[in-house]
C-alpha cells in the first residue's frame, strides 16, 4: 500500500462512488454497509452522515474504531481509511451543510420531515492508504479534465464583469451574463430564477442551453436544490445527483412498504436537463438580500469542481449588484409619450386573450401565456390600446398603478416584463413588448386582439 493524503481526494466524496465502513462491536462482530455520505472537513477528519440511530453508530459508541473504503471516481483507484470516531455535532456549519444535502434529496422525492439528518459523526483519521496493486496494466495512464488555471479564471471574471457594468437594462444582463460563462467556461446549461411578488416561489426568467427555454418554470422555497438554497442563502454543489435520488427513492419505497403512504409528498421533477448528474446551485445575494438564485448543469458527474463554488459565488454576486442597480433605476421624465401607429397587417388572424380574475392568468387562444403580476400587466396593456390605440408606456405608471398589486419597495418590476416579453416570444410572437429607452416601452401588435374578461375557468 502506498501513502496519500486526504486533501487529494476529495472528490471522492462527491458522491458518485459509494463509500463502505466497517465497524465492529465489543464482542467483535463486524458491520459492513454503505454510506449515504461522507463529508470532507479537513486532512485529518472527515464526517459520517447519520440518518437513522443505526448499527453503525452504536457500534462506534461502543468500539470507536472503524475502516472506511472508497474509490476515485475517475481513476477508480482504491483507498482505506482506518478512523477513530471523536464526537457528534447535531447544529453548526459541518451539520448544516450536510443537512441540506439530506434535505434537498427529501424535498425533492416527497420525503420532507421523514429522511433527514439526525447527527454528524465527526471521525479522525488515523491512517489513509491506497490499496495497491487494484488496476489493470496501463489504467494509470488515465488524463484527468483541464481545470482552468488561476490567470484564466481571473481573467475571465474581469471580462465578465465588464460585461455585467456594461448592461443597459435587466434583460442585456442576463443574457451577457450567461453567454459569457459559456464562452469563457464551457458552462453550457444555466437557469437564473428570482422570487415572485408573494416570495415563496422563484421563477426561471432566463437561461441558456435548453432545447426549450422553461421561462416562467417554479419551484417552492425550500423545495429541492434550487428552493434549498434559497431558502439557506447557501450554496450547493451535488455530483452524484442520480445516485442521491436513486437512494431517496429507495427509502421512499420502503415508507410504502411499511404503510407510510400519508406521511408522503408528490415527488418534485427536476427542472432543467432531465439526465442531469451534476448540479451547482448559488445564491444571487446583495447583503442578506436574496435577489435570485443561478443554477449551472451538467451530464456529466464531475463537471462540477471545488474551484467553481468560490469562483461562480463571486460572478453570481456581481450579477446580484448589476440586478439590484438596473431594477432601481427608471425614468425621471414625466413628459407625455407620443402615440405609436399600428403595425397590424392587412388580414391578419386575430389572437384571442382570456383573463380569469380569480388567479390573475391569461389565456391566448385557450393556452396557458402567464399569471399573477405578469399577467395582470399584460392585461392593462391590452386593455389601454383595445380603449385608445394606446401603445407607449413605462415603468413609473405601473409602478404606481394599485390595481397591479406591486409592493412598495422592491417590486421586481423589470424581472416580471422580461418574463413577460418572453412568455410572448414562446408563445404570441404577433405580440411584442419592445424597450425604447430607460424605463420605456412600446406595445407592438402584429395581429388584431379580441379581450375576454371571466371570473373563473
Not at 420525503?111 to 479522525?124: H, N, P, Q, T
Not at 380574475?357 to 389565456?363: A, K, L, T
Request: aromatic share 6%.
Amino acid at each position: 500500500m502506498s501513502q496519500v493524503r486526504l486533501e487529494t481526494l476529495v472528490r471522492c466524496f462527491e458522491g458518485i462512488t459509494p463509500c463502505a465502513i466497517a465497524t465492529a462491536d465489543p464482542d467483535g462482530t463486524p458491520n459492513i454497509t454503505y454510506l449515504s455520505q461522507v463529508y470532507y472537513i479537513d486532512n485529518q477528519h472527515v464526517a459520517l452522515s447519520r440518518q437513522f440511530f443505526n448499527k453503525t453508530h452504536q457500534n462506534l459508541q461502543r468500539n470507536p474504531r472503524a475502516c472506511l473504503q472508497f474509490y476515485d471516481p475517475l481513476t477508480f483507484h482504491a483507498y482505506e481509511a482506518q478512523l477513530r470516531f471523536d464526537h457528534s455535532e447535531t447544529s453548526g456549519v459541518i451539520f448544516d451543510a450536510m443537512a441540506a444535502r439530506i434535505q434537498m434529496i427529501a424535498t425533492h422525492t416527497g420525503m420532507s420531515g421523514i429522511f433527514k439528518l439526525v447527527a454528524a459523526d465527526v471521525c479522525e483519521l488515523t491512517s489513509l492508504e491506497r490499496i495497491d496493486p487494484f488496476l489493470m496494466p496501463g489504467a494509470e495512464n488515465v488524463r484527468l479534465s483541464h481545470v482552468p488555471g488561476v490567470m484564466t479564471e481571473l481573467r475571465g471574471l474581469q471580462l465578465i464583469s465588464d460585461r455585467i457594468n456594461r448592461a443597459e437594462n435587466m434583460d442585456q444582463l442576463l443574457s451577457v451574463a450567461l453567454a459569457s460563462l459559456e464562452e469563457f467556461f464551457g458552462l453550457r446549461n444555466i437557469m437564473v430564477l428570482l422570487p415572485d411578488e408573494s416570495e415563496q416561489k422563484l421563477v426561471t426568467i432566463a437561461s441558456r442551453g435548453y432545447g426549450e427555454s422553461g421561462i416562467g418554470a417554479e419551484i417552492a422555497m425550500g423545495k429541492g436544490l434550487i428552493g434549498t438554497v434559497a431558502a439557506t442563502r447557501k450554496l450547493m454543489r451535488i455530483s452524484g445527483l442520480a445516485q442521491d435520488l436513486r437512494y431517496g427513492r429507495a427509502i421512499r419505497a420502503r415508507v410504502q412498504t411499511l404503510g407510510g403512504d400519508a406521511l408522503l409528498t408528490p415527488e418534485i421533477p427536476l427542472p432543467g436537463l432531465p439526465k442531469a448528474a451534476s448540479q451547482l446551485a448559488l445564491p444571487m445575494l446583495v447583503g442578506d438580500e436574496l435577489i435570485g438564485v443561478i443554477v449551472f448543469e451538467s451530464e456529466s458527474s464531475l463537471a462540477m469542481r471545488l474551484w467553481h463554488e468560490s469562483f461562480l459565488q463571486v460572478l453570481s454576486n456581481q450579477i446580484a449588484i448589476g440586478i439590484d442597480r438596473l431594477r432601481e433605476e427608471e425614468d425621471d421624465d414625466p413628459a407625455p409619450l407620443p402615440s405609436r401607429p399600428s403595425l397590424v397587417p392587412p388580414g391578419a388572424k386575430p389572437r384571442k386573450f382570456t383573463f380569469f380574475r380569480n388567479d390573475d392568468c391569461v389565456f391566448v387562444d385557450g393556452e396557458y401565456l402567464v399569471r399573477n403580476v405578469p399577467g395582470k400587466i399584460l392585461w392593462k396593456l391590452l386593455n389601454e390600446y383595445q380603449r385608445a390605440q394606446r401603445t407607449q408606456f413605462t415603468n413609473r405608471e405601473l409602478r404606481l398603478d394599485p390595481t397591479l398589486g406591486l409592493p412598495a419597495l422592491k417590486d421586481n418590476l423589470e424581472s416580471r416584463l422580461i418574463l413577460l416579453r418572453k412568455r410572448l416570444v414562446e408563445k404570441c410572437p404577433e405580440v411584442k413588448l419592445v424597450p425604447t429607452q430607460r424605463g420605456r416601452f412600446a406595445l407592438e401588435l402584429e395581429c388584431p386582439i379580441q379581450l375576454d374578461e371571466r371570473d373563473h375557468g
